[in-house]
């Protein structure tokens, strides 16, 4: 049954008379209808019943057991919950009177007008006037209370049966007399709220009898509604009466109200564990994807600074493109999904301060400074890695090049040492004439000379061998092998050159007749012939250059070369000539030459072979000389090809950068049109990346043809590459600055003009036009907003909107501000409220009252998440629905 007593109590004495007056303004004369009569009489004996019994006690005759006042007073006292005056135990009419009375004031005194009903006509047993008075004891307490949407008692109590049975087929509930005659009605008021009673589908109109004892008999075993009219009371009445019809219906109102709070209370906590469930949701999600960054960042950095070196030029171009496919096909999408992940942090922290959660921590190492810091440190990675192979590209380049000339050097000096050690071991002189040995000196000191301009050659073989391992060449063993046997073979020789010229000096004061014409070709000859030997060494000498200016230089010293090339060949005429006078001398006085000049082993035949030579070399180094500077003159139209679009998207970056810092704090109109101008934005800017494009392709060039420098542009590929990205960036965060103030508008309920003007304020008291303020420019700005602060306000306040304590104060922490200041959101206390409700004023709750008032999936939701309840009242499988609440907000760990 239920219980009126908190319902009285706050009736308001106004409201119920006029309503009563209504009610009492009724034909008196159709309560002598014996049908009506009947019905109300068993109605309002049933309904009395189901109170007094409360009190141990009931009624049998309405009219007779009321009339001397002492169970009237009782059932006043049980449905009220008030104490009335102490009844008159006398059995005299006046003593009956006074107990009447005192009923009737009773009533009186919770503001209803009782007309025409007097104490004496109920002591004397009047039924028209004791069902009256009945009847205006059920409207006061039992219907008078009943209120939908703003509707109350008849009204009300129609409107809640008329939407309770809605969806009900062959239910039209348009009245309280014959729309319930069928029996139906009462059928679909329980099976809208205890389908579990009412197998309703096998319900016949035609069969009212059957329905309305069915209706009867369920709520009278299972919801302590007791049986208040017979079936056939009001199926063989043209119009049951309306009366016992709304007094048995309110009984079925105020046994279904718990289960309409319970209802509300469930829609409560299934709204606030959406919210959580999509908050966790979100939650996990920015952890797999900072997780998932943070990993391809740790596995990507030991590859970047991974410095194995290789043994060619070749080798370390595949790396430099290995790196450049990461650079254009890998990182890009991480980029895009460290903006992603930087968005999702600030959506989601945005939703929980709507929602009044506290602020999500993410797992120690994901932070989004962790994921920055990260960030960082892989760019940098990056810019060394990049550089460390340019880097070893030159190095490589330079060893080769050195290599080769090594080689080129070692095999020239070898060449020329080939039997030298032979030559000067040989015996020749201790058998010959002496004017043989004085050949064979002067041949010697030739020697002597041609092996002291060999001597830069082996110190320049040397220095090469020695600036390759100070490069870490990789076949240094092989090169310190061959110039250690070289540097050994010219200390051999210099030993033998100075062993056998003691010889010689010995023997040379025996001999006196010398050929000094021989002497003198061999003299001049030799260091003809090793210039020609440098000479065409150098016109062989493989050449790197950078620049124009180094090109030049190098066509400077050949066509300086060149110009002594006409002395050099009077030189040769000179020597050849020597040679002529020779042959003239010998002839014009009959001396029979013995063969070679016994001084030299240089022949005209080789000193003119070795000029042609040489001669052929010059045009093929005028050929490749002007090769070279066609190529550098090439290069240096790429620097500048580079550096106009380098400058041109360098500009415009550094220009769009300060136009969305403009753009940021003097936006106008409504939010969403600044959603929609600041995604056209984007787009614009995204419509440049051609321009970058096209600047990378340039930079491929660049790589490719090895050009290091570039004196037209103090921009590099690097410093545009990071300024494109921190471009995107806060266009991106711009965005999504606006798109979580629409989220705060739209779930705090702030209008768009309370925006504006919070921007306006805001821009106000925001000097630098920064976005952001310092502590004191904001205690400024709340003063102005009529906040008046002392200290430890302000440092709660700061502690809300700069909780990382940098000292600044963004736009979208005030908006969060204002709107939590301003505006309701649901707490714990009403979860627990709410939870309270659904388990019948327990301190606990069960397993099974969760399945049965929530979702299954939010009930289960809570079943994992609560812990046992360990209070003194606590029954097998209570679960702690309190400390579940508070943690949903923070206040305790779940």
Request: charged content about 30%; glycine content about 4%.
């Amino acid at each position: 049954m239920v219980d009126y007593h908190a319902a009285n109590n706050q009736s308001s004495a106004g409201g119920v008379q006029t309503y009563m007056e209504q009610e009492n303004d009724w034909d008196r004369d159709l309560l002598l209808d014996p049908a009506w009569e009947k019905q109300q009489r068993k109605t309002f004996t049933a309904w009395c019943n189901s109170h007094l019994r409360k009190a141990g006690t009931q009624i049998e005759n309405i009219e007779e057991d009321f009339r001397d006042g002492l169970k009237l007073m009782l059932l006043l006292e049980v449905i009220s919950g008030e104490r009335l005056p102490k009844p008159e135990r006398g059995k005299m009419r006046v003593h009956k009177i006074n107990n009447v009375n005192k009923a009737l004031d009773f009533i009186a005194s919770k503001g209803v007008k009782l007309v025409s009903i007097g104490a004496e006509e109920i002591v004397d047993g009047n039924a028209k006037m004791t069902l009256g008075m009945i009847w205006t004891i059920i409207l006061r307490f039992a219907i008078q209370d009943i209120s939908v949407e703003e509707t109350s008692a008849k009204e009300g109590l129609l409107l809640w049966c008329q939407r309770k049975t809605a969806p009900y087929k062959n239910v039209n509930v348009q009245n309280f007399h014959i729309s319930w005659k069928d029996g139906l009605a009462f059928n679909a008021l329980i099976h809208r709220h205890r389908p579990d009673l009412i197998d309703y589908d096998s319900l016949r109109k035609d069969d009212p009898v059957t329905n309305l004892n069915n209706a009867f008999e369920v709520a009278e075993k299972h919801l302590d509604i007791p049986k208040m009219l017979d079936a056939e009371d009001i199926v063989n009445t043209a119009r049951p009466d309306e009366k016992a019809i709304m007094t048995y219906v309110s009984s079925f109102y105020h046994a279904f109200s718990g289960a309409q709070k319970a209802e509300t209370a469930a829609n409560r906590i299934c709204k606030v564990l959406a919210v959580n469930q999509e908050n966790e949701q979100m939650m996990e999600d920015y952890e797999k994807l900072a997780s998932e960054l943070l990993e391809w960042i740790r596995r990507t950095i030991p590859w970047l600074e991974n410095r194995t070196q290789e043994k060619t030029v070749q080798d370390m171009q595949a790396k430099q493109e290995d790196f450049r496919d990461y650079r254009c096909v890998h990182k890009p999408p991480k980029v895009q999904e460290k903006c992603q992940l930087e968005i999702s942090f600030n959506t989601l922290q945005t939703k929980l301060r709507l929602s009044n959660r506290p602020a999500f921590m993410p797992s120690e190492g994901r932070m989004v400074s962790d994921i920055n810091g990260a960030w960082h440190t892989l760019e940098g990675a990056e810019k060394g890695y990049e550089e460390w192979i340019l880097s070893e590209i030159r190095r490589l380049e330079r060893l080769e090049h050195l290599a080769e000339k090594f080689h080129q050097k070692a095999a020239i000096h070898e060449s020329w040492t080939d039997g030298k050690e032979a030559m000067l071991t040989q015996k020749d002189y201790e058998t010959s004439t002496l004017s043989e040995v004085k050949a064979l000196l002067r041949k010697h000191e030739a020697f002597e000379s041609d092996l002291a301009a060999h001597q830069d050659r082996v110190e320049q073989i040397a220095a090469i061998a020695q600036e390759l391992n100070e490069l870490d060449y990789y076949d240094s063993a092989s090169v310190n092998a061959r110039c250690q046997k070289i540097c050994d073979q010219w200390d051999v020789l210099g030993a033998l050159t100075q062993s056998r010229k003691e010889s010689l000096e010995r023997t040379e004061k025996q001999l006196e007749s010398i050929d000094e014409l021989y002497l003198e070709y061999a003299k001049r000859a030799a260091p003809f012939n090793n210039w020609m030997e440098g000479a065409m060494e150098d016109l062989q000498d493989m050449f790197i250059v950078h620049n124009i200016e180094e090109i030049q230089g190098l066509i400077t010293a050949h066509e300086q070369f060149k110009s002594t090339l006409a002395e050099a060949n009077k030189e040769r005429e000179a020597i050849q000539a020597i040679q002529a006078e020779v042959q003239k001398i010998a002839q014009s006085n009959g001396i029979k030459l013995s063969g070679a000049n016994p001084y030299t082993t240089i022949t005209p035949e080789s000193i003119d072979n070795k000029w042609e030579k040489a001669m052929d070399m010059v045009p093929l180094r005028d050929n490749a000389l002007q090769d070279e500077l066609n190529k550098q003159n090439s290069n240096d139209t790429l620097r500048a090809k580079f550096a106009t679009q380098a400058n041109t998207v360098g500009a415009y970056i550094q220009a769009k950068m300060e136009e969305i810092g403009r753009i940021s704090i003097e936006m106008n109109g409504t939010l969403e049109d600044q959603l929609t101008n600041l995604r056209e934005y984007q787009k614009t800017i995204m419509s440049y990346m051609p321009e970058i494009n096209t600047l990378e392709g340039y930079h491929q060039l660049i790589q490719e043809a090895l050009i290091f420098d570039n004196q037209y542009t103090s921009y590099t590929m690097e410093h545009l590459r990071v300024g494109w990205e921190q471009l995107l960036t806060t266009i991106a965060r711009t965005i999504n600055e606006v798109e979580n103030q629409i989220l705060t508008r739209d779930a705090k309920g702030i209008s768009q003009e309370q925006l504006q003007e919070y921007r306006a304020s805001f821009n106000h008291f925001d000097k630098k036009r920064s976005g952001q303020m310092v502590s004191d420019d904001f205690r400024a700005l709340l003063i102005s907003t009529g906040n008046s602060l002392g200290d430890s306000e302000f440092s709660r306040i700061m502690g809300i909107v700069d909780p990382n304590g940098s000292g600044a104060v963004t736009f979208q922490a005030f908006i969060d501000f204002m709107s939590r200041e301003t505006t309701d959101t649901d707490t714990a206390d009403q979860v627990i409220a709410s939870f309270k409700i659904l388990a019948a004023d327990k301190n606990f709750i069960t397993a099974d009252e969760l399945r049965r008032e929530l979702p299954p999936d939010q009930a289960e939701y809570c079943i994992a998440r609560m812990a046992p309840y360990t209070g003194p009242d606590a029954i097998p499988g209570a679960l702690d629905y309190m400390s579940f609440s508070t943690a949903l907000y923070g206040e305790s760990d779940l």
